[in-house]
Each structure stands twice: as C-alpha cells, then as structure tokens.
C-alpha cells in the first residue's frame, strides 16, 4: 500500500512563503503525475498544480500561477509545492496525490493515490 505523507503547512501572515513536501513511502511504484489539491471551508477540492514524474511537464491553476512551483526529486521519491505570495483565499487544506493516468490531471477523480492533508492559513 503506498502512503504519501505530506508536511510542512501552518500559519503565514499574507505575502510570506511556505514550502509543502509530500514524501511516498513505495519508490518504485508506478505514477505518471504527482499534484497538489487543496479544499477551503465549505468548497470542493479544487487542483492547484501537477508534474510530470517521469519528466518536467507541470501545469497549474490559474489561481496561483507565478505565486507556486511543483518541482520533484525523484531520488528523495518527495513532490514540493513552494508557495510564495499567500493570500488569504489560498487558506485551505492541501492534500498531495498521484496518478497513473495520462489525461484528466486537472480533476481529482484521476488521482489513484492520497495523502491525509496539510493545513495552509494565512492571515490577512
């Protein structure tokens, strides 16, 4: 059973930085994409940004494009999410997750693979 076991979130004022790790505990298992999703209060989980494992393709919501950067290192089997720029509305719990799919990485219903969530606050 793969684990992904994200860490790093808290508490930032508005205009300052986290960085999110997501480490998975199998190396060898197969993923095509790996990619961070958060839900606010009372709102669906909503993608915020993926990267190709096997490459350097990455997509992001528009939301939080020039603010967020997914990066991998495939030796430490950890996806980052650097979040520069935090604005309230980005407030949320941020769960990691990983495909196998090719198509659909925008939606969470690609996703084969969980991790158990981070809480991100920022104040205003």
């Known amino acids: 059973q793969v684990q992904l076991v994200e860490s790093g979130g808290g508490l930032v004022q508005a205009g300052g930085s986290l960085r999110l790790s997501c480490a998975a505990s199998?190396?060898?298992?197969?993923?095509?994409?790996m990619g961070w999703f958060r839900r606010a209060p009372g709102k669906e989980r909503e993608f915020v940004a993926t990267?190709?494992?096997?490459?350097?393709?990455?997509y992001y919501a528009d939301s939080v494009k020039g603010r967020f950067t997914i990066s991998r290192d495939s030796a430490k089997n950890t996806v980052y999410l650097q979040m520069n720029s935090l604005k309230p509305e980005d407030t949320a719990v941020y769960y990691c997750?990983?495909?196998?799919?090719?198509?659909?990485?925008?939606?969470?219903?690609?996703?084969?693979?969980w991790g158990q969530g981070t809480q991100v606050t920022v104040s205003s």
């Open positions: 990267i190709r494992w096997g490459g350097y393709t990455t």
């Open positions: 997750a990983a495909t196998k799919a090719y198509n659909n990485v925008y939606s969470p219903t690609s996703y084969d693979y």
């Open positions: 199998a190396p060898t298992f197969s993923r095509t994409f």
